[in-house]
């Protein structure tokens, strides 16, 4: 298993974000049909964590996560509720084969898009990123 993965995982046991996304939360980019609302994440680096006395064995990844919705008040809960389930995550949690060791938010940032069908919809998307130390169970 991936720490994306797992973090994916954190987020459809969660039962505010489930309810809302379902299923949907989608590795690198959302099917063209997918319903509202919905979230896509994927990881945005990875580093090998190193010490005084070298590598200390645990990796550092930047995970992003956007959650895509219609209606603004509605994504704004989901997005909440996912920051509140990853920040429950405490050392030495397990998904899988992924020991966290540490999970963090770095960044939250909003964003309005227009569809390119013309209609005019607004779209509003919420990105969250989180930095997360990890060893491979």
Request: glycine share 8%; with cysteine.
């Amino acid at each position: 298993m991936k720490p994306e993965q797992a973090i994916a995982q954190l987020l459809e046991a969660d039962g505010t974000v489930s309810a809302a996304c379902g299923t949907r939360i989608y590795p690198g980019y959302a099917p063209q049909n997918a319903a509202y609302p919905f979230a896509v994440f994927g990881r945005e680096s990875t580093d090998l964590d190193h010490h005084l006395l070298g590598t200390s064995g645990l990796y550092l990844v930047r995970i992003g996560i956007t959650f895509y919705g219609t209606q603004r008040l509605a994504l704004g809960v989901i997005a909440e509720a996912a920051k509140a389930a990853l920040d429950t995550v405490n050392d030495r949690t397990t998904v899988a084969s992924i020991n966290i060791r540490r999970l963090w938010l770095e960044d939250m940032a909003e964003s309005q898009i227009e569809l390119a069908d013309g209609t005019g919809r607004p779209v509003h998307a919420i990105s969250q990123t989180y930095s997360m130390h990890y060893k491979e169970a």
